[in-house]
């Protein structure tokens, strides 16, 4: 069975910083890669950031690059997203993703990964 459990989203103003975190729950954890995509009302999910299984190599969106920071603790089964510098149009529904597979180079799209959670609403205010 595999879960995954997004929390840490929540209403902040354009500036601030919040942390989501993710928690994996799958039988055979090791080997994984993570993302994290988001989904505005009236827009497609879109590709935030992603993770390799070692924590190695890490992965950005354009819009995220330099704000956003991903990281994994694989003794805890975690992932997080510290984001700062948050704007308006970083709303959004966050989604947590796994993928079947160590290496998250290349993997941006929905496609590429094999579970997903629930997603954790992130609101920023101008």
């Known amino acids: 069975q595999v879960q995954l459990v997004e929390s840490g989203g929540g209403l902040v103003q354009a500036g601030g910083s919040l942390r989501l975190s993710c928690a994996v729950s799958i039988s055979t954890y090791s080997g994984y890669a993570m993302g994290w995509f988001r989904q505005a009302p009236g827009k497609e999910r879109e590709f935030v950031a992603a993770?390799?299984?070692?924590?190695?190599?890490?992965y950005y969106g354009d819009s995220v690059k330099g704000r956003f920071t991903v990281s994994r603790d694989n003794t805890k089964n975690t992932v997080h997203l510290q984001m700062n510098s948050l704007r308006p149009e970083d709303t959004a529904l966050y989604y947590c993703a796994a993928r079947r597979a160590p290496s998250a180079r290349g993997a941006t799209t929905l496609q590429d990964y094999d579970y997903w959670g629930q997603g954790t609403q992130v609101t920023v205010s101008s």
């Open positions: 993770i390799n299984w070692s924590g190695a190599g890490t």
